[in-house]
């Protein structure tokens, strides 16, 4: 009896010592959006990557912003919105937009953009913040995330948005 005692606690050291050595090398990969917003956080364990899915809860939106809206530059855009996710498109005489992202707030969208130059589709990407006024405004700024396509990085273009539909 006392052998298999003395198994069982060395088999007991043996994994406790795994998971300390685990945890001590354990690279964590904390995004301020999915944080926010109820994605994922990554644990990398090296040579193996392991992805623990702990539960945040999403915003619950104010506004619905499902619907066709115009910017003060007279350009319309189609929203699109399931749940806390949204995704538009936004053509104009010289790009497209293609936007995706989600409420990190209950009044707030934060989007990542693909803007393509329509001529010779050049992409850049951007990233914007919404700000949800009421069911028939919302003002944000997309700010260039690279240089390229006649963009600087940094390069900013605040807007507001009037729904039409």
Same mark, same amino acid.
């Given at each position: 009896?006392?052998? =298999?005692?003395?198994?069982?606690?060395?088999?007991?050291?043996?994994?406790?010592? /795994?998971?300390?050595?685990?945890?001590?090398? /354990?690279?964590?990969?904390? =995004?301020?959006?999915? /944080?926010?917003? &109820?994605? =994922?956080?990554?644990?990398?364990?090296?040579?193996?990557?392991? *992805?623990?899915?702990? /539960?945040?809860?999403?915003?619950?939106?104010?506004?619905?912003?499902?619907?066709?809206?115009?910017?003060?530059? +007279?350009?319309?855009?189609?929203?699109?919105? !399931?749940?806390?996710?949204?995704?538009?498109?936004?053509?104009?005489?010289?790009?497209?937009?293609? @936007?995706?992202?989600?409420?990190?707030?209950?009044? =707030?969208? %934060? @989007? $990542? $953009?693909? %803007?393509?130059? %329509?001529?010779? +589709?050049? !992409?850049? *990407?951007?990233?914007?913040? @919404?700000?949800? #006024?009421? $069911?028939?405004?919302?003002?944000?700024?997309?700010?260039?995330? !690279? #240089?390229?396509? +006649?963009?600087?990085? &940094?390069?900013?273009?605040?807007?507001?948005?009037?729904? $039409?539909?």
């Amino acid at each position: 009896m006392s052998r =298999k005692l003395g198994s069982f606690s060395m088999l007991s050291a043996v994994i406790l010592v /795994a998971i300390v050595v685990a945890s001590a090398t /354990a690279q964590v990969d904390r =995004k301020t959006r999915e /944080a926010v917003s &109820g994605g =994922k956080i990554n644990v990398t364990m090296n040579p193996h990557n392991y *992805t623990l899915n702990f /539960a945040f809860p999403a915003p619950n939106p104010t506004y619905d912003v499902t619907g066709i809206w115009k910017s003060n530059a +007279g350009d319309t855009m189609e929203v699109f919105q !399931e749940k806390d996710e949204v995704n538009s498109i936004f053509v104009n005489g010289g790009w497209a937009h293609r @936007l995706a992202g989600r409420y990190v707030s209950p009044t =707030k969208i %934060r @989007l $990542v $953009v693909i %803007r393509r130059t %329509r001529a010779g +589709g050049c !992409e850049v *990407t951007m990233d914007v913040d @919404l700000n949800v #006024t009421s $069911v028939n405004s919302m003002s944000g700024v997309g700010v260039a995330s !690279e #240089t390229g396509c +006649g963009l600087t990085s &940094g390069q900013s273009y605040p807007g507001t948005w009037t729904r $039409v539909l």
